[in-house]
């Protein structure tokens, strides 16, 4: 196994330690793992918070900071925080205003948060709940009833956190997050399997000169297996499969997401037949993200995501923010 790591057991601690070093901006909490923007609570504000296994980086701590995310709870390595985390974070962040907790669509991230938002309204928060169930690879996976939370919880902690920033209600902030999960989709694409420190070799077999398509980000099943394709299919493939979905009527903002182990060079090519495909369909690009937001770990591969949107996402999504890994308009 070769990782940059000391031992398995170890290693989401010594990442936050080094998140904490990095980061005087926020703080955070080693032995609760929890990661807190440092102003937080913010007065008269509604704080989002969000979480799940660790080994999707920048997700979710990445994404804490003004104009998204109030707090992250990271789990080990793919498996869900616990309730304990999601309460103790919705505490730090409270500002009276109320809690959003934005949660991907697996079983145990679900069942966790919604326990933690009973925990946390028996002390007096009040919390609202967001499911982001955007890839449309598959219906139901091993891991999720319905379909799969990925690329799409990037747009809505960027969008609703926007909202928040602007001191927006909880129910407004909440009906934003919902109309951006209702109008996002995602595909995912595995070129090879990750490894996970605990287990030391790759998580699934993938022959050689085979690919996945449609792939989980804990590297569950897509829809099916190939032969090595081109950048040029799989972009056709993929946008394909998103467009004929999520079927847009009007502008949308593009993630072209690495999975941890591409390096750029090779998503910037993939964008450009990302565009390509997309020009091709008639549908028009409003704005582009191209890099690597939900990972995991070292898994080679890409995701597309598509949001719809109208004016007032699109100036949510233009909003300021300043986050370890998204900052812009500051």
């Known amino acids: 196994m070769r990782m940059l790591i000391n031992v398995p057991e170890t290693v989401v601690a010594d990442a936050l330690r080094g998140m904490a070093a990095a980061h005087p901006e926020l703080t955070v ?3 609760r793992r929890v990661v807190v923007r440092r102003d937080a609570p913010v007065a008269g504000k509604v704080a989002l918070v969000s979480g799940g296994g660790s080994g999707h980086e920048p997700l979710h701590g990445g994404f804490v900071g003004p104009g998204m995310l109030a707090a992250a709870c990271p789990g080990e390595v793919f498996t869900s925080p616990v309730p304990d985390q999601m309460v103790r974070a ?6 009276g205003a109320g809690v959003l907790f934005v949660v991907k669509n697996y079983t145990g991230d679900v069942l966790n948060f919604d326990m933690a ?3 946390a309204e028996d002390e007096g928060v009040r ?3 967001v499911l982001v169930d955007d890839d449309v690879a598959v219906t139901d996976s091993l891991y999720t009833a319905g379909r799969r939370g990925t690329g799409g919880t990037l747009f809505v902690e960027k969008i609703a956190g ?3 920033e602007e ?4 129910e407004r902030v909440e009906a934003v997050a919902r109309r951006v999960n209702e109008r996002c989709r995602s595909f995912g694409v595995a070129l090879s399997a990750c490894t996970t420190p605990a287990k030391g ?5 993938l022959p050689e000169g085979e690919l996945e398509l449609g792939i989980g980000i804990h590297g569950e099943p897509g829809r099916e297996r190939r032969p090595m394709m081109t950048s040029r299919e799989i972009a056709d493939f993929a946008v394909d499969a998103v467009v004929e979905d999520l079927r847009p009527s009007g502008p949308v903002i593009a993630l072209v997401n690495g999975m941890g182990a591409t390096p750029l060079l090779e998503l910037y090519g993939f964008n450009a037949e990302v565009q390509r495909v997309l020009g091709e369909r008639g549908v028009p690009v409003a704005r582009t993200l191209v890099g690597n937001y939900v990972t995991s770990l070292d898994m080679a591969g890409c995701s597309v995501t598509l949001c719809e949107v109208d004016e007032e996402l699109l100036r949510l999504w233009d909003a300021p923010v300043e986050t370890p890994a998204l900052r ?3």
């Open 29 to 31: 909490d080693v032995e």
């Open 167 to 170: 001191g927006a209600p909880l």
């Open 162 to 164: 926007a909202a928040a």
């Open 117 to 119: 938002a009973e925990l």
């Open 127 to 129: 919390v609202a709940r």
């Open 90 to 95: 919705a505490a730090a962040v409270d500002s």
């Open 201 to 205: 070799s790759p998580t699934f077999d």
């Open 328 to 330: 812009w308009g500051r």
